[in-house]
């Protein structure tokens, strides 16, 4: 499976973006589909992920209310609709598909197909 992540860029707090994820080579609605950040001098940090077991979504607690996950199967893409965004926002955002658990669903450790990573910039 490959990935694709677009739609990233700078924008000012309080300002909103969507990032895109296309997907190609696999079957799409067989994964679970998350995203993934990581800031300069920071470990990669969950997120947000649709399960493509239950359909549900789930969120780190920083974005929780501000960013929604949603996917489209019949065009292979996932997006990440991101709000109210803060500076701490800032980082690159990476896509993951994977078949995790449902326990094990916020570790990056079980993703086995990552995009290229997208830059988002949010200025205070």
């Known amino acids: 499976v490959q990935l694709q992540a677009s739609g990233g860029g700078s924008v000012q707090a309080g300002g909103s973006l969507r990032l895109s994820c296309a997907a190609s080579?696999?079957?799409?609605?067989?994964?679970?589909m998350a995203w993934f950040r990581q800031a300069p001098g920071k470990e990669r940090e969950f997120v947000a992920v649709?399960?493509?077991?239950?359909?549900?979504?789930y969120y780190d607690d920083s974005v929780k209310g501000r960013f929604t996950i949603s996917r489209d199967n019949a065009k292979n893409t996932v997006y990440l609709q991101m709000s109210s965004l803060k500076a701490e926002d800032t980082a690159v955002y990476y896509c993951?598909?994977?078949?995790?658990?449902?326990?094990?669903?916020?570790?990056?450790?079980?993703?086995?197909?990552w995009g290229q990573g997208t830059q988002v910039t949010v200025s205070s």
């Open positions: 649709m399960n493509r077991n239950n359909g549900h979504s």
């Open positions: 080579g696999g079957t799409f609605s067989s994964y679970s």
């Open positions: 993951a598909a994977g078949r995790p658990v449902l326990s094990a669903i916020r570790r990056s450790s079980v993703y086995y197909y």
